[in-house]
Each structure stands twice: as C-alpha cells, then as structure tokens.
C-alpha cells in the first residue's frame, strides 16, 4: 500500500511540475501595464517582468524638472511589476492548491 501511495504522489508532483512549465513558458505571453501621472507613463511588462515597452506623453516632459519623469516611470513600472508578480502567485497558487514551494518563481 506504501507503494502505491508514493506511486500516486510522484504522479501528482510530475503533473504539477508539468503544469508549472506550461506557466512558466506562457508568461512571456502575458502583458500588464503600469502608468502614473494620469496615463503621462506607462510601462508595458511581461509575465517574466522584462519591459517591452515604455510611452512617456510629451506633455509629461517638464525640462526644467526630468525628475518628475523619472519618478513617474519608476512608479510606472513598479506597478507593472507588481500586477505580473500577483498574477503568477495567483497562478502558480492554483497550481499548488497554496502549497508553498520556494524557488519557482
């Protein structure tokens, strides 16, 4: 009976880690925007947080003060960060059923 039972959880761990590199492969298909200032900067990331894209309003440049746009795209692109860091907790969660297992993502 032992056997069996290790034999049914390596078959949930292989199916897991399978549906885990189907996640990890589809992430990169996956885009969340962040803006700031009102849509003056957003920031366009992936599910693998690499940035694909930034738009910055020309109305957002203030030459006498570039430091305003870059805290706007700082906080643009924070925000994109996060979404795509909650969305795959909250997929990999589903995955796990709240399993912890460190290292994943």
């Known amino acids: 009976m032992a056997g069996a039972m290790?034999?049914?959880i390596m078959l949930q761990a292989?199916?897991?880690?399978?549906?885990i590199k189907?996640?990890?492969?589809?992430?990169?298909g996956v885009d969340f925007t962040g803006a700031a200032g009102g849509g003056l900067v957003s920031v366009v990331v992936d599910g693998r947080q690499?940035?694909?894209?930034?738009?910055?309003r020309?109305?957002?440049?203030?030459?006498?003060?570039l430091g305003e746009v870059a805290d706007l795209i700082t906080a643009a692109l924070n925000m994109?960060?996060?979404?795509s860091q909650d969305?795959?907790?909250?997929?990999?969660?589903?995955?796990t059923g709240g399993l912890?297992?460190?290292?994943?993502?």
């Not at 292989?14 to 549906?19: L, S």
């Not at 994109?80 to 979404?83: E, S």
């Not at 969305?87 to 995955?95: D, G, L, P, R, S």
């Not at 912890?100 to 993502?105: A, S």
């Open 14 to 19: 292989k199916r897991m880690q399978g549906q």
């Open 100 to 105: 912890n297992l460190p290292g994943l993502f």
């Open 22 to 28: 189907s996640l990890q492969d589809n992430l990169e």
């Open 58 to 65: 020309s109305d957002a440049i203030n030459p006498d003060d």
């Open 80 to 83: 994109a960060i996060t979404a």
């Open 87 to 95: 969305h795959n907790q909250a997929e990999m969660k589903k995955i």
């Open 50 to 56: 690499k940035v694909k894209k930034i738009d910055i």
């Open 6 to 8: 290790n034999s049914n």
